[in-house]
């Protein structure tokens, strides 16, 4: 990958394939010359590694500060591999500059813990447009190829991960939040009003410990 001053568009280690991944890409608008030159250059960087045209959609939203609410919305009603989030922030022009550079890396940051898929931050961030047009396909290559290669590995890694890794992810959510509300969900409510569990007993094994069954759909206790 590119460091400070080389070239965007050369990468460090081999692109993956990308024939079987779905990705989103969101726009921001502002800057727009920049942006859409960014754009271009992932959408061709992800062609060339494979990923078809019908599954690369693009979103455009007003400014970089609505990206990381882009990417989330996507993310929440599409299924997806990987978020690209492009945009172009430019100190000169921009008095609340460290406001917004700050808030759209935590919000993509953000976004792609909680959501669990890769959201790649393809924001450029320069003192002046030259810096920017140099970074979007001038002498330092282009941000947007060096977002399609991120998320390429990103979306490479979650699977190995995915495929090879040990653990049960349905165990570490039933232990996790989600086992506090099934545990929730399996109390009853007495006629005292007290709560009370309606743990049954049973030899079988389940996610709460070997001889322990939770019911978790529990019909009322009836009164004795
Ligand atoms: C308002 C603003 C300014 C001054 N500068 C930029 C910029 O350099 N790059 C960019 O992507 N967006 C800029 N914006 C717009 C904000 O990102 C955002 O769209 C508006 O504040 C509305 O929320």
């Known amino acids: 990958m590119?460091?400070?001053?080389q070239n965007l568009?050369?990468?460090a280690s081999e692109t993956p394939n990308g024939k079987d991944y779905t990705i989103a890409i969101v726009?921001?608008?502002w800057n727009d010359k920049i942006t859409f030159a960014l754009r271009d250059s992932t959408i061709d960087t992800l062609k060339k590694a494979g990923v078809l045209q019908q599954n690369i959609h693009v979103y455009q939203v007003p400014g970089s500060y609505e990206l990381p609410y882009g990417a989330f919305t996507i993310l929440q009603n599409f299924s997806l591999d990987a978020v690209i989030c492009l945009g172009c922030v430019i100190q000169g022009e921009t008095p609340h500059f460290d406001y917004i550079c700050q808030a759209v890396s935590k919000g993509?940051?953000?976004?792609?813990l909680q959501l669990k898929c890769p959201v790649i931050f393809g924001v450029l961030t320069t003192l002046t447009?030259?810096?920017a047009e140099a970074r979007a396909g001038g002498k330092y290559g282009n941000k947007g190829a060096e977002a399609a290669h991120s998320a390429l590995k990103?979306?490479?890694l979650t699977h190995y991960c995915q495929e090879k890794g040990d653990r049960d992810p349905l165990l570490d959510t039933i232990n996790g939040p989600l086992g506090s509300l099934l545990l929730q969900s399996a109390m009853v409510n007495d006629d005292?009003?007290?709560?009370?569990?309606d743990i049954d007993d049973a030899d079988d094994e389940s996610y709460f410990g070997k001889g322990k069954?939770?019911?978790l759909n529990p019909k009322k206790k009836k009164k004795k």
């Open 2 to 5: 590119a460091g400070k001053n």
């Open 9 to 11: 568009s050369a990468f």
């Open 27 to 29: 726009v921001a608008e």
């Open 108 to 112: 993509c940051m953000d976004v792609q």
């Open 129 to 131: 447009m030259e810096q």
């Open 154 to 156: 990103m979306i490479q």
């Open 192 to 197: 005292e009003g007290d709560f009370d569990f």
């Open 213 to 215: 069954k939770v019911e």
